[in-house]
């Protein structure tokens, strides 16, 4: 990687970062559930769902550790809400079990499209861990998707909780797609996906779904999204919450 | 490495045989596909090794106790690297290690040709009676490689390695 020059350079890393910070932010939300979900299997499958995002988080930090020099477990604890890049969406409060399963169905289904196209990202920085993430997330989408259904179709209380959960989630979702001036160079040059024409392909799968679930769409999304380095006060709340061990004693060695 | 020993790649996967995964011990790291490659050159041992779920808590000990084997052989230099590519897959794990999985209790994964997703249509094989008249209890289990399943014919639940 040492010839890119420093545009490039700094463009995959912002892009890197993104990817890692998107995984651990919604991986530490999922932990949230670990000994309080609804029923026992859910504590385990959520857990379980918690470590893969975990584990599909240090594989790009990795990435960009290699790229940067940067010490993954650094950028993690030590580095303030603003200096992250993970979308609004995954930030928010854990909310009930209707708003978590439909949020990680969302995202799931968007990390899918993504990856099948970061796969064959001519850059290996890229494609190697999308390859090996692509595989796991597929049990993911389809814990959430049958999720989605069994409680969109459920009871009229089930029901009406997906469609709140639909209508607080669905604004967020334009952020997932939407154009970033500092990665944008990597999109001329074909290393990585236009949000754009994903988010296309992301409606087409999610879509019918959802509506095939008994579930209305709020209407269009919001296409002028927040700057991925925008955030709400959930963040701040999330990291105070995950940092505290590691800031409680810098030097402590694990 | 000690004057007039000769470290072969033969010996290192020999060696690498009887490393076994933590979290399975009745088989090896190398039956289960996860030792990809072995390199000697002059007084450095390089072996490359992939994780199964990306997410696995026993890479560490994987590649601690792949390095003490190898350092025990007489190697001082040994580097384990891990690689992504290509991506493990359970197809990689060899008709011997099936085997043993199944003796464990743990259904081995079906072979998929690398379309996961194939694997959902079908059932999982009790690894006690060899009944296919199996349910899914949890896509999840107790480690990420694991799903949970009841056997409707003996009446046992049991767990079965995931295809990935």
């Known amino acids: 990687m040492d010839d890119l020059n420093k545009e490039t350079h700094t ?27 609804p029923i026992l299997e859910e504590d385990i499958a959520f857990s379980n769902i918690a470590q893969d995002e975990m584990g599909h988080a240090l594989l790009w930090y990795n990435q960009l ?39 990680q169905y ?35 989408f389809r814990h959430t998707g049958a999720w989605t259904q069994r409680l969109g179709m459920g009871t009229g209380e089930s029901n009406r909780r997906m469609q709140r959960a639909l209508d607080e989630l669905w604004p967020f979702a334009g952020q997932l797609f939407s154009r970033n001036e500092s990665t944008w160079p990597l999109v001329i040059a074909g290393t990585i996906p236009d949000p754009v024409d994903q988010w296309s392909e ?6 019918p779904f959802l509506t095939g679930s008994g579930l ?11 700057e991925r380095t925008h955030h709400t006060d959930h963040l701040s709340d999330l990291l105070l919450d995950l940092q505290e061990v590691a800031r409680s004693d810098p030097e402590a060695s694990w | 490495m000690e004057r007039g020993l000769c ?33 000697v050159d002059d007084q450095v041992v390089v072996i490359m090794i992939t994780p199964t779920f990306a997410g696995c808590p026993a890479l560490q000990v994987m590649i601690n106790d792949v390095e003490a084997r190898i350092r025990q052989l007489g190697a001082e230099d040994v580097k384990v690297e891990v690689v992504l590519a290509p991506p493990w897959s359970s197809d990689w ?13 743990l259904a081995p994964p079906p072979v998929h040709g690398g379309r996961v997703e194939m694997t959902f249509f079908e059932v999982a094989v009790c690894p006690y009676c060899d009944s296919k008249n199996t349910v899914v209890k949890n896509d999840f289990g107790p480690t990420l490689c694991r799903s949970i399943h009841y056997c409707q014919q003996c009446r046992q639940p049991f767990e079965q390695f995931k295809a990935l």
Do not use: C
């Open chain 1, 202 to 207: 992301w409606q087409t799968l999610v879509v």
């Open chain 2, 93 to 105: 794990i060899t008709p011997e290690a099936r085997v043993k999985l199944k003796s464990f209790g």
């Open chain 2, 7 to 39: 470290l072969t790649t033969s010996l290192i996967w020999k060696a690498l045989e009887e490393v076994k995964d933590p979290e399975i011990p009745v088989v090896s790291l190398v039956e289960m596909g996860i030792v990809r490659e072995v390199a």
């Open chain 1, 11 to 37: 463009a995959i890393a912002h892009y890197l970062t993104a990817l890692a910070d998107d995984e651990l932010v919604l991986a530490h939300r999922d932990s949230e559930w670990t000994g309080h979900a």
């Open chain 1, 106 to 140: 969302l995202f799931d289904a968007y990390e899918l499209v993504q990856l099948k196209w970061l796969e064959r990202s001519p850059l290996p920085i890229l494609a190697d861990p999308a390859a090996k993430i692509r595989r796991e997330e597929i049990y993911h």
């Open chain 1, 65 to 103: 550790s290699g790229l940067t020099g940067l010490d993954p477990d650094r950028l993690v604890f030590f580095r303030e809400a603003s200096e992250f890049r993970n979308v609004q969406m995954v930030e928010l409060p854990k909310g009930d079990w209707a708003f978590t399963i439909l949020r």
């Open chain 1, 216 to 226: 209305k769409l709020p209407g269009e999304i919001n296409s002028i999204a927040a």
